[in-house]
Structure formats: C-alpha cells, structure tokens
C-alpha cells in the first residue's frame, strides 16, 4: 500500500483542493490573465501578487514522455509512465497516462484529463481521445 503523498507548498493547497473535487483549477493571474503553473505568489508576467482560481477544461496534448523500467519509489512499481500535457489553456501539467497507450510515439496525442483514485487519494491522470 501506497504512503507517497503530494508535497504541499504554501499556494498549491487551491489546486489539491479541486483535483480532489475532481476538477482542474489552476492559479490565473488578476493582472494580465496569464496562467501560474506550478502555482506561486507573484506572476512571472506582470509581477502581480493578484489571482484567481480557474477551473480548465482538462483538454490537452502529450509534449512528452516515459517510461520506467526502473523501481525509484515502493509506490510505483515499473513500469510506470510520466507524461508532460500541454493543456488547452497553456499551461503544461506532469501526469500518469491511463488506458492502452498508443503504438509508437505518444507525443502529440490528443488527451483528456480524467479523475482517478490513487492510495486513498485523486488525482488527475491523462486519457488517449484520438484515434491515434
Ligand atoms: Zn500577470
């Protein structure tokens, strides 16, 4: 049984607290709309320390990939995948691929963001959309 658990930092709390919802938010910046991913207190943009959270839609492609072969952590035994997903909005986001991957490579693949439960707890993990 799995004890790996998210590391909180001091603006990520908003971002756990939807995905637990089952829903992405993200942290958008009150000054100029650009997205703050991984979240933080001021924007990279315009430097504002004004934001808001919003909910996207999940919709996105794979930027990259792997698999592990290799056993890093006991709460993911390989193999294991990791996928970079540029979202829709712009932000890209790390998550798990779910489902049969793809034959060859994965970048490009049309993916939506779904919900599953992970030793207790949610988490995002990415769905092939497209026929490939
Ligand atoms: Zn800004």
């Not at 829709?88 to 790390?94: A, C, L, N, Q, S």
């Not at 049969?100 to 439960?117: A, K, T």
Request: a negative charge; charged letters at 20%; glycine letters at 10%.
């Amino acid at each position: 049984m799995g004890k790996t658990q998210p590391v909180m930092a001091l603006d990520d709390r908003p971002m756990w607290d939807s995905i637990a919802e089952g829903a992405l938010k993200l942290q958008k910046c009150s000054g100029c709309g650009a997205f703050r991913y991984p979240p933080g207190p001021i924007c990279a943009e315009c430097l504002s320390m004004e934001s808001e959270w919003v909910a996207v839609d999940g919709g996105g492609n794979v930027l990259s990939w792997v698999v592990f072969h290799r056993k890093y952590f006991d709460d993911f035994p390989p193999p294991y995948n990791a996928v970079a997903v540029r979202l829709d909005e712009g932000p890209i986001v790390m998550t798990n691929l779910i489902g049969d991957p793809p034959e060859g490579s994965w970048i490009g693949h049309r993916v939506q963001l779904n919900y599953v439960d992970h030793d207790g707890r949610r988490q995002h993990a990415a769905r092939i959309v497209d026929a490939g």
